[in-house]
């Protein structure tokens, strides 16, 4: 009985770490659509604080917004497409 419980838990936390997962990005690398895309943060008031290579082959950028609320998306070098956002209340 107690194994059934252990099992159901392992199974609820594993299926919840997804959720916080990076979004998979594809190749190859085309900077002029990422630099149209950060361009046209920044002509909305966006200004970046960190830019990364993830892991998963996305481009994370950190910064605030032109309220100066931070945020956090993701870039997908192929094509220069937002995959993922978040904006994060301070």
Request: proline content about 3%; overall charge positive; hydrophobic content about 35%.
């Amino acid at each position: 009985m107690n194994t059934r419980y252990m099992i159901f838990a392992a199974i609820g936390l594993l299926s919840g770490t997804a959720a916080f997962a990076e979004p998979q990005c594809t190749m190859p690398q085309d900077t002029a659509a990422v630099a149209k895309t950060m361009r046209a943060l920044v002509d909305a008031g966006h200004s970046f604080s960190r830019m990364e290579f993830t892991k998963s082959k996305c481009y994370e950028l950190r910064g605030t917004d032109k309220e100066g609320r931070k945020f956090e998306i993701y870039v997908n070098p192929a094509d220069g497409s937002a995959t993922k956002s978040d904006n994060k209340r301070t």
